[in-house]
């Protein structure tokens, strides 16, 4: 089974910044990690931000533009946010999201458990 291993969340004060990693583990033959989802309490998962398949464009949330970039190390098969100037509204669970990209599984995903951003005011 595939796993998502994420870290560098926790507790930042407003304006700090912080790095979040995720990595797929065991094979990593069929899968791609591709991006970051966030929720917050009583809020709808939402795309942080997302590498485009092949050398494509980026997508960003309009929230995080300026101050967050999403970047990927194609050998580890390991996807990293570097998030700056934070603000409170950042404060979510943060999901690390793959795709399946071989067969059975092409264009299946697969999701993190979630790793939590505090962001004090």
């Known amino acids: 089974q595939v796993q998502l291993v994420e870290s560098g969340g926790g507790l930042v004060q407003a304006g700090g910044s912080l790095r979040l990693s995720c990595a797929a583990s065991g094979s990593m033959s069929g899968v791609n990690v591709v991006g970051w989802y966030r929720q917050a309490p009583g809020s709808q998962r939402e795309l942080v931000a997302v590498?485009?398949?092949?050398?494509?464009?980026?997508n960003y949330a309009d929230s995080v533009k300026g101050r967050f970039t999403i970047s990927r190390d194609n050998a580890k098969n390991t996807v990293y946010l570097e998030m700056n100037s934070l603000k409170p509204e950042d404060t979510a669970v943060y999901y690390c999201k793959a795709t399946g990209s071989t067969l059975p599984t092409l264009g299946m995903n697969y999701w993190g458990k979630g790793i939590r951003v505090t962001v004090s005011s």
């Open positions: 590498l485009g398949s092949s050398g494509g464009s980026t």
